[in-house]
């Protein structure tokens, strides 16, 4: 039986679906890198609040914004071996608690000594913060409440605290951001990484020796077949092997024969030999879905000590790729 084979470069079996992980995390960094651009510093000031008297500051208009929320950042000034706790409210027109949070901030420090080494060490959590989202235009106030202060070592300070605020609007979380474009990334490059395991299994023929041989019910014109050899081959490998593929018909009649030349690549480790491979890759349509053979032959075949064949069917590519065609 006589077959037509055409070889032709194509993207048609791309499977772009393969880079949605990658393009997910790509657009949370680039949100992360221009949500910078979309920040309004409303306020940026340093005030005193007394325990139990809230400080407000200047009323402000909280305007609904696309991306991002307000956020309310209060650092309490405080020494070391000093605590806090604070209180950030939100206050609507009638003076009215809409939004709070509290923090307990503290500011620590010491010295130490090991093994004829010292040092100091200084530790500190000062930073309180409240993030809001409105859906409506809303005048508001914000206050700072001390709730308590004090030492470390137990003693009450009735003094006044200094905080520095900070009121942003449109600001977005970049750590979350960060990190989620990270693992998105990890993730994405999942998929690329196996994507030759992409599709069927039809032939999965491992052979200590150099020509295996597989035979399966596969094809079709709209199924892409990947072909995948293995060659792994000892110390007295030459720098190229030939490979030889084969391809039968339903009826044993060759309707594909092509060698190629592949570089061995020798892998070493502490300077001793440990195994020479290569691989050939190629991808087909076989029209008609039969049954059909392939069968690989390595040249010189003495150094080789395992072939492995891969067929599957229903492939897809990560770039256009040269596809021989055959029809019978």
């Known amino acids: 039986m006589s077959a037509t084979v055409s070889t032709q470069r194509s993207g048609r079996f791309i499977g772009w679906w393969l880079y949605t992980g990658v393009g997910a995390s790509l657009l949370l960094f680039l949100i992360l890198i221009i949500s910078g651009f979309f920040q309004k510093t409303l306020i940026s000031r340093q005030i005193t609040a007394s325990e139990g008297v809230p400080v407000k500051l200047e009323p402000l208009k909280l305007e609904p914004t696309a991306i991002g929320a307000l956020r309310i950042d209060a650092e309490a000034l405080i020494q070391s071996e000093q605590w806090v706790a604070f209180e950030i409210q939100l206050l609507d027109k009638q003076g009215k608690v809409i939004a709070a949070g509290i923090k307990e901030a503290w500011s620590e420090s010491g010295t130490w000594s090991e093994d004829g080494e010292s040092g100091s060490w200084s530790e500190e959590d000062v930073l309180g913060s409240l993030d809001i989202r409105t859906k409506q235009l809303e005048d508001v106030t914000i206050a700072i409440n001390v709730l308590g202060y004090g030492t470390s070592s137990g003693a009450d300070l009735n003094l006044p605290v200094p905080f520095k605020v900070t009121v ?39 052979l200590q020796d150099s020509d295996p041989t597989g035979r399966g019910t596969l094809g079709g014109a709209n199924k892409l077949l990947r072909v995948h ?48 491979t290569c691989t050939l890759e190629k991808f087909f349509i076989l029209e008609n879905r039969t049954s059909y053979g392939f069968h690989v032959e390595v040249i010189p075949d003495e150094p080789v000590d395992r072939t492995t064949l891969y067929v599957r069917e229903g492939a897809c590519t990560l770039k256009p790729v040269e596809i021989v065609h055959i029809k019978s």
């Open 229 to 276: 050899v293995d060659v792994e081959s000892d110390e007295t490998s030459p720098r190229t092997l030939e490979v030889q593929l084969f391809i039968n018909d339903a009826y044993g009649e060759q309707i594909y024969a092509e060698s190629f030349l592949l570089g061995v690549n020798f892998q070493n480790s502490n300077g001793k030999f440990e195994k020479a």
């Open 168 to 206: 942003e609007n449109g600001v977005i979380d970049g750590g979350h951001l960060f990190w989620g474009g990270i693992w998105s990334l990890i993730l994405g490059f999942l998929p690329l990484y196996f994507r030759r395991m992409i599709g069927k299994a039809v032939i999965f023929e491992k």
